[in-house]
């Protein structure tokens, strides 16, 4: 897949770590203000679009590999799987409980409170960032059969 | 009267769906239906001259409980809009995989299957 | 021994089992099996112990005016061993079926998904929490039907999928009807503050029936029903008829009774 011409490829060099740092904000201040895990995770996997539109596939590739990318899939689900599993094993709180918040509760209007749902939107941001990574590199795959309109 | 508006998108949306033949237009009906009843959802929980549910530090705890639009519908919304876009990727790939099969986009022209 | 607090492992075994089971790679085929045989049994063992246990479980704590209940009452049960027998069978067929195909983990964990699905709605009292499961099994078996990769799969796949979809949305538009009418999204407490004679409670019912009706291939609406039957792969076949028109059979009475109990 061609990139684009030198000025998106400038512009895209100097600006894609700072979209990945403007979702990792919204990610962890979504108990506090609108955003939370599914936003920063879309506004992640974003950067890795803008790198793939403008130096092409291979450039990505590069960047985060497509077996990376299915790892950090299953490694957010694990989390998130797995804290839900712990407030099911710990006796006397059900399944997917807040036990944090139960057993040391942080301080209120601050990022390191309400417990697990920070847990669960760092685990949910990885999970569709990487996700929605991968469905736009397998998609961009398939580009040679079809009639191109613009590319020279 | 704006809900109204909202069922007219929803009845535009299928009426894409169930009259158009080309797969992209059908994908791009569907997921107008699933914007319109998203939009119908948020705006059931609006009460007049209400305010962000959100409490921050500075503000006022009962007013802002008192007079917030419903926050239930919202955490709904997300839901379903993230359920709208596991549906839309699953939709657009199958429909490259398809026209790397058949050659075409038209949906009258891929009838292998019979029954 | 057996208590209401085993009620959450028929949703926790299917869904880690998904997941655990995709980081491996194409060349590790006998622990995979392995994998996927223990849970599908592990499942199935679980759902005949839990025959005659009756009960809520609140997840997460929450009292039930602000949380999800898991309810198990007859129905649930008589469903929950329908499903996981067909899956714990499906599962011992398709490990030699499915030989021939690449990427034999990917078809167990989008098997897992659709039976985490299923089992969901059989114990939700929730009436959004079954329209999440209902969701999460349906978009699985959009995926396995066109499993294989042949023309005639990706096809039925693809009008499946679009029949699938325009359900989905006259289910959810039902749900906001309802939720607009009685400000809960327990079916019970829906069941007890609904007013049948109302004229939006009605158009709620009608879009739920049709909702359902699309999904399940009812008679008003069984056209597209041949299309998917013919070509998956057979153990998704199986699986995939049976249970899932079943269970949306079954579940077109069961929001629809458990809400307007008075009219139906």
Known sequence: MKGMSQI????????KDFIILFGIYIILNGHLSPGGGFAGGVIIAASYILITLAFGRERAMKELSERGSHLLDN????????????????????????????????SPYNILTSGIILVCNIAIGIKVGASLFSVFTALAHFESPLKGDDEE | MIYSLCLVLFILGLYCVLTKKNLIKIIVGLVIMDNAVNLFFVLLGYRTNGTVPIITNDAEKSMIMQHSVDPIPQALVLTSIVISLGILALMVSLAIRLYEKYGTFDITKIRKLKG | MISIKFLPLFVIIPLGSAFILNIFERKVKLLTDLIASIATGALFVLSILMFGVKGN???GGWPSQFGITLVIDGLSSYMLVTINMIAFI????????????TFKSRYYSLLFLMLAGMNGVSIT????????FLEIAAIASYALVGYGGKAEELEASFKYAVMGTVSSTLILLGIALVYSQTSALNM???????????????LALIFLFAGFGLKAAVVPFHAWKGTTAALSPKPAKRNIRASMLKLSEVFIFLPITAIFRAEV
């Open chain 3, 57 to 59: 479980y609140y997840v």
């Open chain 1, 75 to 106: 490694f957010g689900v694990l989390l998130f799987w797995a804290i839900a599993v712990l407030g099911w094993l710990i006796p006397g709180q059900a399944f997917f409980s807040n036990f944090i918040q139960r057993f040391a509760p942080g």
């Open chain 3, 90 to 101: 499906a599962i011992l067929f398709s490990i030699n079926y499915m030989e021939k195909f």
């Open chain 1, 8 to 15: 998106v490829k400038v512009i895209a060099e100097l600006v």
């Open chain 3, 125 to 132: 009292g929730d009436i959004f929490n079954m329209y999440v």
């Open chain 3, 188 to 202: 019970a407490v829906i069941g007890r503050n609904i007013n049948t004679s109302d004229s939006l409670s009605i």
